[in-house]
């Protein structure tokens, strides 16, 4: 049976330093570099998915903006934090991934900003998947195209209307077609004045080296456990001994803990179709490994691609487990998770990993790169049968 959570407390989130459960050392520099006018015009916020960049990044902006700043936080009560509770300040603009299509033929972040506004009110801590899920993408993946390069530059050009400085928060710069990152780094040399950068990256190594080398790099940690769980006990209601259990799975991942917490429909629907793939694998059925592949290729292109991610992560906790880690707590797997992985560990070694995992890497950069599903699942499929009759 699927479970949720037995309390979720949905409230909006007030994007300012003292929501953020941890990450006290990085709010600590960022509120220095204000008090001492050492703000740098851009700078990029790089961590793992989940270490909560992006709120980091909101919260920057508010206390730059507020004109009551306070010693720990912004003021929460002039008008400019009465504006970013909202996400409407004047000099605030953001450019994040969208899809192609669905509201114009040249996509731009503001086609989908009032989406992106209650979206992210709810909470600074999503997967890119989860908002393109959002916004209804179906088979379309989600970038930045070479369209919001005019935009960025036309925004930029006014003068600022209310604040000292005109702030652009850029979420996810990786996913930037080439095009607008070359506009991006000439905008980044010469920056119009009063202009504040804030790129906001989970694969820093993805975004184009020139715009890495005249950014300031702020490297975000990932939350601890006790960060984690006091979050989750506050967020959402559920007991210490619960949040304990999430926040290790979670593995320092807010965004996971969040998700593990609100619905686990999602991690067992992707177990669902592992379990499947390599029950039809060891088999050799390759009927079934066909249907299976159909199936896969009917859930959208996003849905593949968080599929992959979940296999990767099930095969390394399960090299974990066939390595005898679970003792040295290396291993983070759900209950559900942790009941079929104990009768399929065996089947995962040092052997086979790693051909596997270079499968599923490919299989993930096919997908991204639009190529056929069907064949795409079914070449995977057929990999998998044959390295998996190797433990």
């Known amino acids: 049976m699927r ?25 600590g520099k960022l ?52 504006k970013y509770d909202k996400m409407i300040h004047p000099d605030l603009h953001f450019v994040f991934p969208v899809i192609k299509g669905k509201k114009a033929t040249d996509p731009v972040s503001d086609n989908y900003i009032e989406e992106w506004r209650e979206f992210t009110a709810l909470s600074p801590f999503f ?4 908002w393109l899920d959002h916004i209804e993408v179906g088979n379309a993946q989600g970038m930045i195209f070479a369209s919001e390069a005019s935009e960025i530059i036309r925004k930029l050009s006014l003068k600022t209307f209310e604040s000292d400085y005109k702030i652009m928060i850029i979420w996810l710069p990786e996913k930037m077609h080439p095009s607008a990152s070359n506009k991006l780094l000439k905008m980044i040399e010469e920056p119009p004045e009063k202009t504040l950068f804030l790129l906001v990256s989970d694969e820093p190594d993805k975004v184009i080296p020139t715009i890495m080398s005249r950014c300031q790099l702020i490297k975000i940690p990932v939350f601890t456990d ?43 629907d992707n177990l669902e179709r592992f379990k499947t793939l390599m029950r039809f694998a ?20 996003e849905a593949q691609k968080n599929f ?35 009768k399929f560990h065996p089947f995962i070694t040092r052997e086979n990993v790693y051909p ?5 890497n490919l299989g993930y950069s096919h997908i991204e790169a639009n190529g056929n599903a069907k064949i795409i699942f079914l070449d995977l499929a057929l990999k998998v049968t044959r390295f998996i009759r190797s433990a």
């Open 282 to 301: 060891w088999k050799r059925d390759v009927v079934s490994l066909v249907g299976w592949s159909e199936e896969m290729a009917a859930t959208g292109r």
């Open 308 to 342: 992959i991610s979940f296999s990767l992560r099930i095969l390394r906790e399960n090299l974990m487990l066939t390595l005898g880690q679970k003792e040295n707590r290396l291993v983070f797997l759900t209950g559900e998770e942790e009941g079929f992985s104990g």
């Open 3 to 27: 479970k949720k959570c037995s309390i979720i407390v949905l409230h909006f989130f007030v994007m300012n330093f003292a929501q953020i459960p941890g990450q006290k050392e990085i709010i």
């Open 31 to 82: 509120i220095r570099s204000v008090n001492e006018e050492r703000v740098s015009h851009a700078q990029i916020f790089a961590g793992n998915e989940g270490c909560g960049s992006l709120a980091l990044a909101l919260a920057y902006a508010r206390y730059i903006s507020c004109e009551d700043r306070q010693e720990h936080d912004s003021c929460g009560r002039c008008k400019s934090c009465i």
């Open 127 to 130: 997967t890119l998947n989860k």
């Open 356 to 360: 596997l995992y270079e499968e599923f």
């Open 226 to 268: 006790s960060e984690i769980e006091n979050y989750l006990t506050s967020r959402y209601g559920v007991t210490t001994e619960k949040a304990a259990d999430i926040a290790h799975v979670a593995n320092g991942n807010i965004i996971r803990a969040s998700e593990l917490c609100e619905d686990e429909n999602t991690s067992l």
